[in-house]
């Protein structure tokens, strides 16, 4: 990949290849020295579900969720994982790149947009684990109720990539003008985990707590991953929500960003 390539300007085609070729770039680079390659995108969201899958069944008497218990977790770590992954790399969205950045006459959106293409790749290539514990499933007592539900899932994929799309035009510029906000977002996703509905369900709130919870538009999200599994989780309040909340980040997040290209590129 050449700096004429990625920074010549033109057509929206043209934008897209540098998009590719960006995003194919950091796919090699992650996975060239690694011996277990495209396992890495794997290995992250299986040990977690088997760390929360077995304190939640076997130490602790679990009260939230579906069964089976795994299906529900892995439904929602996948796309967490994407989201989490992400955002934390948005962080250094530009600094990274600084020169780059500065060089290029391509948008500078395109350094955002490459995060979440390469990440979301890696979260498509998870989908098979997913698929394995369902066939699973099946043998057991309580399989996964697989049903039309699962037309939603691209729909939940479209969302959350709004939502990331419109949070990495928010945090990358912001996060090169204040550099604490690195810090600062790192301890945000921590609490963001435990706020979000990934190991329990938006249902299993008390009271009040679960309206509050459909302004998460991650709530709205993994509702539309787990319903073609659990048709419990469809509530059109909490995806209605969310749809409408990760709508409003995206105009946000481009309002901020052509608000703050230009001091960026003067702190590059």
Known sequence: MT?????????????????WLLSARDLRVRYATSALGYLWSV?????????????????????????????FLITALLPWVWF?????????????????????????????????????????????VLALFVVISQFTTEPAQLNWGLLWIPVAIVLQTVLLVGLGLLVAPLCVLWGDLERTTRLILRALFYA?????????????????????????????????????????????????????ILALGAFV???????????L
Do not use: Q
Request: net charge positive; aromatic share 14%; glycine share 8%.
């Open 3 to 19: 700096l004429a390539a990625v920074g010549a300007p033109g057509s929206p085609r043209r934008y897209l290849h540098s998009l």
């Open 43 to 71: 290995l992250d969201p299986l040990v977690m579900t088997a760390i929360y899958w077995f304190v939640f069944t076997m130490i602790f008497h679990r009260t939230v969720g579906y069964e089976p218990y795994i299906v």
């Open 84 to 128: 989490n992954t992400s955002v934390s790399d948005f962080t250094r969205a530009f600094s990274k790149d600084a020169r780059l950045v500065r060089s290029t006459a391509i948008p500078r959106s395109i350094w955002v947009n490459r995060i979440v293409l390469s990440k979301g790749v890696e979260f498509l290539c998870s989908l098979p």
């Open 196 to 248: 979000s509905p990934v190991i329990y369900g938006v249902e299993d709130l008390p009271g009040v707590f679960e309206t509050l919870a459909a302004f998460n538009p991650l709530a709205g999200i993994f509702a539309l991953y787990r319903v073609g599994f659990f048709p419990g989780e469809w509530d059109p309040w909490v995806i209605g929500v969310g749809a409408v909340m990760s709508l409003l």
């Open 257 to 267: 960003f052509r608000r703050l290209e230009r001091p960026v590129l003067k702190e």
